[in-house]
């Protein structure tokens, strides 16, 4: 079954510094995997997604996040955190079928990113 | 529409009550999923809608739980006798068939019983 585990709960860091959060996944076929930004009182917003295209896969706000087979993760990253980046982070994995059609999606538990001045 | 819109945003009811949860996706999308996010939890799968497919149930938590969606389009999701631990946001997604290009996610229905 898919799952996928996101390794921190919080992650503290100060503006101008790198962000890292981190991502693993179990997939029985060829994942989709997906990064969702939870502002607080705010809606789910889709940051990024791989599809099995290029493995270092571009979104907004200047995230990326890379696909790594051999160590089955998908870490989202930054190179500098603004204070407007402190918000929730879930990494998601869904399935595709025998029919090439996506399943349900699994989310993480959440990630809870602060961002210091 | 342009996006997934669900109603109400708010409902407070006492346990016990039913309540109805409503969702529109956007117009196209064949896949809809209603999921739960509990205060300190991440998000729990409630079920799945695919096109003309038999939806996915596995994640209802009980049988007090059950969603419809009329004409492929419009979802419903239905809680029976609802008791103080349903209280959640209750988030509803919608993608093109594969979702290869992403879900679109409400801005939810935060459920509150007293």
């Known amino acids: 079954a898919q799952s996928v585990t996101q390794l921190d709960s919080h992650v503290s860091v100060s503006e101008g510094t790198p962000v890292l959060l981190r991502c693993n996944y179990s997939?029985?076929?060829?994942?989709?995997l997906f990064w969702y930004v939870q502002h607080p009182n705010k809606g789910l917003q889709l940051l990024l997604k791989y599809t099995s295209a290029a493995t270092l896969v571009k979104g907004i706000n200047g995230f990326e996040a890379e696909f790594k087979k051999s160590e089955t993760s998908f870490h989202l990253t930054k190179p500098s955190a603004h204070m407007s980046d402190a918000a929730e982070y879930f990494c998601v994995v869904s399935d595709r079928d025998y029919g090439g059609a996506t399943n349900k999606l699994i989310f993480g538990t959440g990630t809870l990113l602060a961002v210091q001045p | 529409g342009a996006g997934v819109s669900q109603s109400p945003s708010n409902k407070v009811t006492e346990k016990g009550k039913d309540v109805e949860l409503r969702c529109d996706p956007i117009?196209?999308?064949?896949?809809l999923y209603w999921y739960r996010q509990s205060l300190g939890q991440g998000l729990e799968f409630l079920i799945y809608f695919q096109g003309n497919s038999a939806p996915d149930k596995s994640g209802l938590p009980s049988d007090r739980f059950s969603a419809e969606r009329t004409g492929g389009s419009v979802s419903t999701l239905t809680i029976q006798r609802t008791q103080q631990e349903d209280s959640a946001v209750y988030l509803c997604a919608s993608s093109l068939g594969t979702g290869g290009g992403g879900y679109t996610f409400g801005s939810g229905t935060r459920l509150t019983v007293v």
């Open positions: 117009s196209g999308h064949t896949a």
């Open positions: 997939s029985s076929y060829s994942p989709s």
